[in-house]
């Protein structure tokens, strides 16, 4: 049991973290009780609110990185990696129902695109959090790390080198499987595979990362879903409340980005994101 974790007691709840710390989070023990949200202080979920806002303006504004960010955070703090890919998708079935709102209003979506991905996205969401809750999945995580890298380092040279020039991508179904898997694997993935491989392909920027953030919906509430029936209600956390209204709050802000920003600037963002995020996993899984 992790330090300051105390166990549940007679009346099923949970304390998760140092009391007067920045993570203490009431949590919903196995008999599914609702969460006491009054019982939870604004100090304990501020900073939670905070990472939430940025990551998901990042996420509306380039395709990814909300899961990453999110995930990254919280098994920093000490929340196991099942938990938190847990929390996160939870936390997303929301920012991603703001966001998808978003990019349809500003036209971003490409709707056939749409429906190529949410399918095989959901078959790989499920067997992500099924395979999460069972066995570890950490030896493939470098590899996975290092591919994106490679891609966002493409991605930054194309925008800087080429003309925006644009034709519909070919490989569709088979990354909306991996994204959906490795996403609830690895508590985030889904933005920097699918999104990071159809720029690749010479996919229009605006119109595919307001896509993926749509499907991005589906998919979490998918894998919400799955995180429910196997872990319970104990995903429900203040972690998770504060990076959803920090998500909230954000989400139109980032489909307007996307909408306005030129092309090749979105690739250079979308790379560099790549770029820091897959090396920062690199150096974490390897240290």
């Known amino acids: 049991m992790a330090p300051g974790l105390n166990r549940c007691g007679d009346d099923g709840l949970a304390w998760h973290g140092r009391r007067g710390g920045i993570a203490p989070a009431l949590i919903v023990g196995d008999r599914g009780r609702a969460l006491d949200i009054a019982g939870i202080g604004l100090a304990e979920v501020a900073a939670f609110i905070a990472v939430g806002f940025v990551a998901q303006l990042i996420d509306g504004a380039l395709g990814m990185a909300f899961g990453v960010i999110s995930s990254t955070l919280l098994i920093s703090l000490g929340v196991p990696p099942a938990a938190a890919s847990a929390g996160v998708h939870a936390a997303e079935t929301f920012t991603t129902?703001?966001?998808?709102?978003?990019?349809?209003?500003?036209?971003?979506?490409?709707?056939?695109?749409?429906?190529r991905l949410a399918i095989p996205g959901v078959i790989g969401g499920v067997a992500g959090a099924y395979v999460l809750t069972t066995v570890s999945a950490d030896a493939a995580r470098p590899f996975v790390l290092a591919y994106l890298t490679g891609i966002g380092i493409y991605l930054v040279w194309r925008g800087t080198h080429y003309p925006s020039t644009h034709k519909p991508p070919r490989i569709v179904?088979?990354?909306?499987?991996?994204?959906?898997?490795?996403?609830?694997?690895?508590?985030?993935?889904?933005?920097?595979?699918?999104?990071?491989?159809?720029?690749?392909?010479?996919?229009?920027?605006?119109?595919?990362?307001?896509?993926?953030?749509?499907?991005?919906?589906?998919?979490?509430?998918?894998?919400?879903?799955?995180?429910?029936?196997?872990?319970?209600?104990?995903?429900?956390?203040?972690?998770?409340?504060g990076l959803l209204i920090g998500g909230v709050l954000a989400a139109p802000f980032g489909a307007l980005v996307a909408k306005r920003?030129?092309?090749?600037?979105?690739?250079?963002?979308?790379?560099?994101?790549?770029v820091l995020t897959g090396a920062y996993g690199i150096w974490k899984a390897l240290s």
């Open 97 to 115: 129902a703001a966001s998808g709102a978003s990019h349809i209003a500003h036209r971003n979506v490409d709707w056939r695109l749409f429906g």
């Open 173 to 241: 179904e088979p990354l909306g499987l991996a994204g959906g898997f490795l996403d609830a694997a690895g508590g985030g993935g889904w933005g920097p595979v699918v999104t990071g491989n159809l720029l690749v392909q010479g996919a229009e920027p605006r119109k595919t990362i307001g896509t993926v953030n749509t499907t991005e919906f589906v998919l979490t509430t998918t894998i919400s879903a799955t995180f429910i029936a196997t872990l319970g209600w104990a995903m429900f956390t203040a972690a998770t409340i």
């Open 261 to 274: 920003v030129r092309p090749t600037v979105l690739l250079v963002l979308v790379g560099t994101v790549l």
